[in-house]
């Protein structure tokens, strides 16, 4: 571990865990220099007393001295401290996820918008397998919310809509998220067999983070690291990892943990695109690289409808002209068409859809045989 990048004058520690205060060590990072935050701070939790079962046993709780703050001023001045760093070392169409409970995550969002950060969506991670509220004095507190904010109004994020559109069965993605809560195997364990982390985070939580909203390549910066939950997703994902953590044990775990990733390689990385993305191609390109020739006539699937192709790239079909899109409209009276889909050329005895000769056109851009 331990790879390094130029970022300015300075070297990007890549797939590096940097040991110590986290805002201490997000000052030696160079401005503009990571491409996503994911950031699980300390919640803050304001416990009163030891919480028991029915059966008396205790409650494992958070009790560590790192989740405790005098004040929520203190607190506040915390948050505003680590989340300038990391809004200073995000490039400027990076974005930042901020994952808390009911008792941080209103100030923290409050800190966010202050800062200058846009808030794109809260993302509820719902729990397959909460903890149930024992003494019955309030609901069950069955989630977490995460917040997801690009560092500006008008900054281009990465967001993969069609890749998490697949995983959610070709059904738009939700901001619900029904998740188990890390347990049985996964669960990391220290030398006495008790739990390493009080607050370790399902992998399935962080894969879908990352594969909604970042590229293979793309370099990840988690300031409080623990276990290194963050690490081992980006690792087997093809990104690069930042983590940032001040207690030994927890580092000397995550590394263990890190090491013994298998990372995913070549076709396996990539994700499903957005057609909104891939290069414009103009039917009026097919015709003049001859793929389709003036005069040649078009149909539809059924051979209900027929267009002849003119000299520009535009349609004609009983005496109304235009676009392939504007003519598919016409021919059918709807109000839209995608002509491409629409229209097909007959090869033999075959139609095939002209957008077969745009697909060809965008592979030889990208390949630079054009």
């Known amino acids: 571990m331990g790879k390094a990048a130029k970022a300015g004058s300075t070297k990007l520690p890549l797939d590096t865990i940097l040991r110590g205060d986290c805002i201490e060590q997000l000052k030696k990072l160079p401005d503009a220099s990571v491409d996503l935050v994911f950031a699980d701070p300390p919640y803050n939790l304001q416990l009163g007393g030891e919480l028991h079962r029915p059966n008396n046993t205790r409650v494992d709780g958070v009790e560590d001295e790192w989740d405790k703050f005098e004040s929520f001023e203190v607190y506040d001045a915390f948050t505003k401290a680590w989340m300038s760093e990391c809004r200073r070392v995000l490039k400027p169409n990076g974005a930042l996820w901020v994952i808390g409970s009911y008792h941080n995550i209103f100030r923290v969002g409050t800190t966010l918008q202050d800062l200058g950060f846009w808030i794109l969506n809260d993302v509820v991670w719902r729990k397959t397998n909460p903890m149930p509220n024992f003494r019955g004095t309030r609901f069950t507190n069955a989630h977490e919310t995460m917040i997801w904010a690009s560092k500006g109004e008008k900054a281009k994020y990465t967001f993969n809509y069609d890749a998490l559109k697949v995983m959610n069965d070709d059904l738009q993605m939700r901001s619900d998220w029904l998740l188990p809560i890390c347990n049985g195997g996964e669960r990391l364990k220290d030398l006495n067999g008790n739990k390493a982390h009080p607050t370790q985070k399902p992998e399935s939580l962080l894969l879908r983070v990352l594969i909604g909203s970042t590229n293979p390549g793309d370099v990840v910066l988690d300031p ?71 005069g040649a006539t078009l149909v539809d699937p059924r051979r209900k409808f027929a267009a002849k192709v003119r000299a520009d790239g535009s349609l004609s079909s009983d005496g109304e002209t235009g676009s392939i899109h504007k003519i598919g409209a016409h021919v059918q009276g709807l109000a839209a068409c995608n002509g491409w889909t629409f229209w097909h050329m007959k090869e033999k005895k075959n139609l095939v859809p002209i957008d077969l000769f745009r697909q060809k056109l965008r592979a030889e851009l990208k390949t630079g045989s054009a």
């Open 224 to 294: 409080f690291f623990g276990t290194g939950t963050t690490g081992a997703a980006a690792k087997m994902l093809g990104r690069h990892f930042i983590g940032i953590e001040r207690e030994m044990d927890y580092i000397r775990i995550a590394k263990h943990r890190i090491k013994h990733v298998e990372a995913l390689e070549g076709d396996a990385l990539e994700v499903m695109r957005s057609k909104r993305k891939e290069t414009r191609i103009p039917f009026g390109m097919v015709i003049e690289r001859g793929l389709i020739k003036p």
